[in-house]
Nanobody, 124 residues
Framework: EVQLVESGGGFVQAGESLRLSCATS????????IGWYRQVPGKEREGISC???????WYRDSVKGRFTIGSDNAKKAVYLQMNSLKPEDTAVYYC??????????????????WGKGTLVNVSS
């Protein structure tokens, strides 16, 4: 059974940093693309970062240079380091995996498995 559990969200001011974690189980990192999505209430969910064996890493332009995706395969955990946060980064952030490639995340398509999300609130 695939399980994804996000943590690390919080309430911060613009310019500060957060590190999101996604504890995972039930699958092999070699077989899936792992993505981070975010969603503002009433808005469309968008993929913001992805990593896979084939694609390496991908970032949406709005977060490129500020966010970094990483993993610890031994711990079966995925991370999203978020620096220089902006108010427009405020959203619920989701960890997700898909049996496809990172284009699924790039194009904001539905992933195969999802965590429940963690809230990031950035005030100005």
């Amino acid at each position: 059974e695939v399980q994804l559990v996000e943590s690390g969200g919080g309430f911060v001011q613009a310019g500060e940093s957060l590190r999101l974690s996604c504890a995972t189980s039930g699958f092999s990192f070699d077989d899936y693309a792992i993505g981070w999505y975010r969603q503002v209430p009433g808005k469309e969910r968008e993929g913001i970062s992805c990593m896979s064996k084939e694609d390496n890493t991908w970032y949406r332009d709005s977060v490129k240079g500020r966010f970094t995706i990483g993993s610890d395969n031994a711990k079966k955990a995925v991370y999203l380091q978020m620096n220089s946060l902006k108010p427009e980064d405020t959203a619920v952030y989701y960890c997700a995996i898909t049996g496809g490639r990172c284009w699924v995340v790039r194009d904001s398509y539905d992933a195969q498995y999802w965590g429940k999300g963690t809230l990031v609130n950035v005030s100005s």
